[in-house]
């Protein structure tokens, strides 16, 4: 079952923060947060195992929330080489695929 | 090799014609992983190899499509017959274990365009 994200696109200021949510009908065994820039490979955020842990690093983190079967990924004071597709996948157990979201479209304004 | 690299980088093929699209992991890495990209939207899975056998392989589409890897290391993806709606991004991704709790280092993609 897909993950679902929302929101699908957010545009931003330079400056301004956003959250971006990934939900689950299933329960998860992890969450894995990826950016792709337009026309690049995704790139690897953090990945988040169940037990409601946060991470961040620079000024991006996220959150997993096992009970509600969701993740937040919280941009603060974005720049604008934040833009790009944010994605998450899903796992419900260790040694299985990831299904993933169908993406949210960052767009950074100066 | 110091990335995950893909080819060709693009592919514009006949209708009906079949394809190879090839990937090389980063030295090392025993999990492999096949996705496909459509325009605008997030990526479908493929299938999964761990070493050289393919545990997971409920993602392929239809049985025009198969992927072999050999000696822990290259893979192949094979479209036969191609049809215009295999048009997308494929991406090939890799991780240094089996199982999800590490991160997948992405290629850059083989286009393929079936015209």
């Known amino acids: 079952q897909q993950p679902v994200q929302s929101p699908q696109a957010v545009i931003l200021r330079e400056g301004e923060d956003a959250v971006i949510n990934c939900s689950s009908s299933k329960a998860l065994y992890s969450v894995h947060w990826y950016r792709q820039k337009h026309g690049e490979a995704p790139v690897f955020l953090m990945i988040?195992?169940?037990g409601g842990e946060q991470k961040g690093h620079d000024k991006i983190s996220a959150s997993f929330n096992e009970k509600k079967q969701q993740s937040s990924l919280y941009l603060t004071a974005s720049q604008l080489s934040y833009s790009g597709t944010y994605f998450c996948?899903?796992?419900?157990?260790?040694?299985?695929?990831?299904?993933w979201g169908a993406g949210t479209k960052l767009i950074i304004k100066p | 090799g110091a990335g995950v690299s893909q080819s060709p980088s693009n592919k514009v093929t006949e209708k009906g014609k079949d394809v190879e699209l090839r990937c090389d992991p980063i030295?090392?890495?025993?999990?492999l992983y096949w996705y496909r990209q459509s325009l605008g939207q997030g990526l479908e899975f493929l299938i999964y190899f761990q070493g050289n056998s393919a545990p997971d392989k409920s993602g392929l589409p239809s049985d025009r499509f198969s992927a072999e890897r050999t000696g822990g290391s290259v893979s192949t993806l094979t479209i036969q017959r191609t049809q215009q709606e295999d048009s997308a991004v494929y991406l090939c991704a890799s991780s240094l274990v089996g199982g999800q709790n590490t991160e997948a280092f992405f290629g850059q993609g083989t286009r393929l365009t079936v015209v």
């Open positions: 996948g899903t796992e419900k157990d260790s040694n299985y695929q990831l299904i």
């Open positions: 988040l195992l169940k």
């Open positions: 030295s090392g890495h025993t999990a």
